[in-house]
């Protein structure tokens, strides 16, 4: 048996443009993320700086009994 199969007409295919290759981080990106790195580490270690001289500073301050005692102060001395 033979089946008769309908003409078929032509296959059109349409192609696009391929898009730009992306380029490769360079250097400069590199560099970049470093020094962001950097800029932030300095960041927290200033502001570490500045929060423990704060909490020395209370101490010492609650130490020569210039601040009045707080509610932990009245409890065992410890």
Known sequence: MMFMQPEQGPIVVEVFRQPEVAPDIGVGVVLGMFS?????????????????????????????????????DRGLGL
């Open 36 to 72: 962001l790195a950097g800029v932030m580490l300095v960041a927290a270690a200033v502001g570490g700086l500045v929060v423990g001289a704060i909490f020395v500073g209370l101490r010492r301050l609650a130490e020569s009994g210039a601040l009045p005692p707080g509610p932990k």
